[in-house]
């Protein structure tokens, strides 16, 4: 079994649209990543969150980490065709070094 | 750029052989780690070294081994080889071993067996 489940598997929307992409868990984590991952290449690192409840933003890209630090979503709005990608979502559990990824969002975001 | 290096890109080989990947991690770097990806099973862990030494392990197959030598780059070496066993390996490496620091992936290698 997946440590993080990620949903949905697929993703596609019309370009201006906006999109949420979860990652949830039964685990407890110090800290939670996301990234993305485009054909041919290997994963970016979008934004790490380390406490409950915290929210970043990355321009219109929007993280939050549940306050039980067991979930995450990854919001997008007015989705552009550059946001087409696998988005990956990482943990590790507090006693284990071992990065573990989602299986991930397939997002297509058409023009 | 990443900053990681990976060789080969593309690697085509029958069942029952042996194969080696390389990986130069970024400048500075001491953890390296391992992944597979195929469609089934998603990106996977393998094992992660931390300055020459082993730190964690995931799932990895006892026909595969792996180790970071003295100049930080790490090798992968893939055994008796399965179809089963085609798949994008990644090689990541970040400054240190924390778990929130940021992993530098590689462009991957294709592994095909046939």
């Known amino acids: 079994t997946q440590l993080l489940e990620q949903s949905p598997q697929f993703l596609s929307i019309q370009e201006g649209e906006n999109l949420t992409v979860y990652c949830n868990s039964s685990?407890?984590?110090?800290?939670l990543q996301w990234y993305r991952q485009e054909p041919g290449e290997g994963p970016v690192l979008l934004v790490t969150v380390v406490t409950g409840g915290e929210v970043k933003k990355l321009k219109r890209l929007t993280f939050q980490f549940g306050d039980a630090r067991k979930d995450s979503s990854l919001h997008i709005t007015a989705a552009q065709p550059g946001d087409t990608g696998l988005y990956l979502c990482a943990a590790s559990r507090s006693n284990d070094y071992k990065l573990s990824f989602g299986a991930g969002t397939t997002v297509t975001v058409r023009a | 750029d990443s900053g990681v290096t990976q060789t080969p890109k593309h690697l085509i080989t029958a069942t029952g052989q042996r194969v080696t990947l390389r990986c130069s991690p970024r400048s500075g770097d001491l953890s390296v780690y391992w992944y597979q990806q195929s469609l089934d099973q998603g990106l996977q862990f393998l094992i992660q070294y931390y300055n020459g030494e082993e730190r964690a392990k995931g799932n990895i197959l006892e026909r595969f081994s792996a180790q970071q030598f003295p100049d930080l780059h790490s090798e992968l070496n893939l055994s008796s080889l399965e179809l089963g066993d085609s798949a994008l390996y990644f090689c990541?490496?970040?400054?240190?071993?924390?778990?929130?620091?940021?992993?530098?992936f590689g462009e991957g290698s294709r592994l095909t067996v046939l």
């Open positions: 685990s407890v984590f110090s800290s």
């Open positions: 990541a490496s970040s400054v240190a071993v924390g778990r929130t620091g940021e992993l530098f």
